[in-house]
């Protein structure tokens, strides 16, 4: 018996249709500003399918693309001109930035009110305080309404999160041993020992390590949930010259009970959560 599929694409759809009547509420559109500092490739096709889903649900978007050699106070500026604009809603720097430029400090510098990414230090310390209605980080709250979605039951369970890292471990840790999520959360990360048998305990693993297939399927209790957050590009010999995996091993799907794909599943979901932050932005300015 194979696993279930948890099916992003489906449940961001349905996270965007919900935000079609608050949107209208709104009166006018809100705004959300993504500046875009390099090339790097991914970056670029992450930046689009933001800029498309803005479009589908009628979003305005500017996108502010700056060199790779852009001074950090150049950055700044862009930033906190964008704060005191208050036609812009939304404010995203999209992640990385080139070698060398501060990332915590750009962030730390987004009004906490306008932070859709959810990652200044203020909408992150609601968080640790037990508030999730704020702004929170898309990637780690897309997981948990994919969870919901599919009728997972965390409730005393023992949930694995693979990673710890500021935007997608530690909050997704956070947001799983919340009141009303109420999982029992176990973090590993590259010090962990034997994390296989620490996953093998696990009712729900989560796995943001940025490994490709690391996790195996002995590595995996049998009817447990396996969300695959990672994005890996694969080098091959395909016209492209790479292919996009996972951290989760294909064959976990005969072993879980239920497992949401890489292409198809936290992605979308990390999207439609950005758009539910640009509109929850725009409700609490309003
Ligand atoms: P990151 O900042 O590089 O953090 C990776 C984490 O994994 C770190 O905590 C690291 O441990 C841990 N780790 C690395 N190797 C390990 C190993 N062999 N065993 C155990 N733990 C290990 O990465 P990230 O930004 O959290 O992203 C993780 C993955 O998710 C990447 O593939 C990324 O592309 C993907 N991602 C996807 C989305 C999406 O929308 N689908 C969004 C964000 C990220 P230490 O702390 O000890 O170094």
């Keep these: ?51 498309r889903a803005c479009e589908r649900l009628g979003i305005r978007s500017t996108r502010i693309d700056l060199p790779v050699d852009t001074p950090f106070d150049d950055v700044v500026a862009t930033v906190e001109a964008l704060n005191a604009d208050s036609d812009v809603n939304g404010i995203l720097v999209q992640s990385p930035l080139p070698d060398g430029m501060d990332e915590i400090a750009i962030t730390g510098l987004i009004d906490p009110i306008k932070d859709v990414d959810g990652f200044h230090a203020e909408n992150l310390g609601r968080l640790v305080q037990g508030d999730t209605t704020g702004l929170l980080p898309c990637t780690p709250a897309g997981v948990m309404r994919m969870l919901e979605w599919a009728g997972v039951n965390l409730s005393g369970k023992n949930a694995v999160v693979l990673g710890r890292s500021r935007i ?19 973090i590993a ?82 999207i439609a959560m950005l758009m539910e932050n640009t509109v929850r932005a725009t409700e609490m300015q309003r």
């Design 168 to 186: 997608v471990g530690m909050p997704q840790a956070l947001l799983l041993a919340q009141k009303g999520a109420d999982a029992t959360v176990t």
């Design 1 to 51: 018996m194979g696993a279930t599929l948890i099916d992003g694409k489906a449940c961001a759809a349905a996270v965007e249709s919900g935000l079609v009547s608050r949107i209208a509420a709104l009166g006018a559109a809100p705004h959300l500003a993504v500046v875009i500092v390099g090339d790097d490739p991914a970056s670029h096709v992450y930046v689009g399918a933001k800029e």
């Design 189 to 270: 990360h590259s010090r962990t020992e034997d994390i296989a048998s620490v996953c093998r305990d696990a009712d729900v693993i989560i796995a943001a390590v940025g490994r490709p297939e690391m996790v195996r399927p002995d590595w995996v209790k049998s009817g447990s949930t396996v969300i695959d957050v990672g994005v890996n590009r694969v080098e091959d010999e395909s016209e492209k010259g790479y292919h996009l995996s996972g951290d989760v091993h294909a064959d976990v799907v005969d072993v879980a009970g239920a497992m949401s794909p890489v292409p198809g599943g936290v992605g979308p979901m990390t």
